[in-house]
């Protein structure tokens, strides 16, 4: 069924216009093998430098 402006409504739960919606969701990164701290630590700036790249780039 159309609304007033003839465009169908939004579905049930969706964001009004100008409200914001935040999604959270966890990121698991597991490293298998013998490897020392300085790996590990530029592993997981590199997920996060990726994730944030990703992010940032997104309206």
């Known amino acids: 069924m159309a609304g007033d402006d003839g465009q169908p409504p939004p579905p049930q739960g969706a964001a009004e216009p ?18 020392d701290d300085a790996v590990v630590n530029r592993v997981v700036e590199r997920v996060f430098a990726e994730l944030d790249r990703e992010m940032s780039s997104r309206p």
């Open 18 to 35: 100008g409200q914001v919606v935040h999604y959270y969701f966890p990121v698991e990164v597991e490293i298998v093998g013998d490897v």
